[in-house]
T-cell receptor, first 113, second 112 residues
C-alpha cells in the first residue's frame, strides 16, 4: 500500500460528460502529480501541485483542470469527455524535496463510451 | 515533456536469465529513479541513484549511472516470472518544481 488513495477505481461515462477524479496523497507529502496513461503507453504528465499551488503543467488539455485543496488532497476535473480520453489516470505524491521518490495510487480507469 | 528514453521498448527473455534495460536523458539531473509497473497497476519505486553515484544495488537489481553519457542501466539478475512488468526511469532535474521527468518504459516479459 503506497499510502496514496485514488477514487473512484473505475468510471464509465458517456461522451460530453464531466467527471472528477480524487486523490489523497501520502500523509505529509506536499507534491501531487497527475498522469495519464493510455493503453500500453507510457506516462503522460498532466499537472503538478505543491502545497496548494500549481507548479508545473504538462500535456494537459484545456478541457481538463485540477486543484489541490488546503488539506492537500487533489481533484482532476475532466470535461466534454471524448472517446480518446479513456485511459488510466494516476495520482502520485512526494515529499516535494529533491531526491525523494514518488508514491503512486492505484489509478482510476476511465472509460468513455 | 519526456526526458528519459528507455531501450529496448520491449524485452522477452527466459526465466533465470539476466535482463538489462537502458535509459538515456537529456539534461543534467539531481538523481535518477527506476519504477516498475505491473499491468494496469500503479508504479512502484525500485531504486534511486544520485548524480554523484555510479552504481547501486538492491537485491537482484543493479543500477548504473553514467552522467557523462547521460544514461543509466537497470540490470535484473536471475529473472523470475514475477518480474514481468513495465519498467520506467524518471529523472529529477533538481529544479524548483521537484518534478520527475519520465521515459516511455520498457516492457519486460519473462518466459517460464
Amino acid at each position: 500500500d503506497s499510502g496514496v488513495t485514488q477514487t473512484p477505481k473505475h468510471l464509465i461515462t458517456a461522451t460530453g460528460q464531466r467527471v472528477t477524479l480524487r486523490c489523497s496523497p501520502r500523509s505529509g507529502d506536499l507534491s501531487v502529480y497527475w498522469y495519464q496513461q493510455s493503453l500500453d503507453q507510457g506516462l503522460q504528465f498532466l499537472i503538478q501541485y505543491y502545497n496548494g499551488e500549481e507548479r508545473a503543467k504538462g500535456n494537459i488539455l484545456e478541457r481538463f483542470s485540477a486543484q489541490q485543496f488546503p488539506d492537500l488532497h487533489s481533484e482532476l476535473n475532466l470535461s466534454s469527455l471524448e472517446l480518446g480520453d479513456s485511459a488510466l489516470y494516476f495520482c502520485a505524491s512526494s515529499a516535494g524535496h529533491w531526491g525523494t521518490e514518488a508514491f503512486f495510487g492505484q489509478g482510476t480507469r476511465l472509460t468513455v463510451v | 515533456s519526456q526526458q528519459g528514453e528507455e531501450d529496448p521498448q520491449a524485452l522477452s527473455i527466459q526465466e533465470g536469465e539476466n535482463a538489462t534495460m537502458n535509459c538515456s536523458y537529456k539534461t543534467s539531473i539531481n538523481n535518477l529513479q527506476w519504477y516498475r509497473q505491473n499491468s494496469g497497476r500503479g508504479l512502484v519505486h525500485l531504486i534511486l541513484i544520485r548524480s554523484n553515484e555510479r552504481e547501486k544495488h538492491s537485491g537482484r537489481l543493479r543500477v548504473t549511472l553514467d552522467t557523462s553519457k547521460k544514461s543509466s542501466s537497470l540490470l535484473i539478475t536471475a529473472s523470475r516470472a514475477a518480474d514481468t512488468a513495465s519498467y520506467f526511469c524518471a529523472t529529477d532535474t533538481g529544479d524548483s518544481n521537484y518534478q520527475l521527468i519520465w521515459g516511455a518504459g520498457t516492457k519486460l516479459i519473462i518466459k517460464p
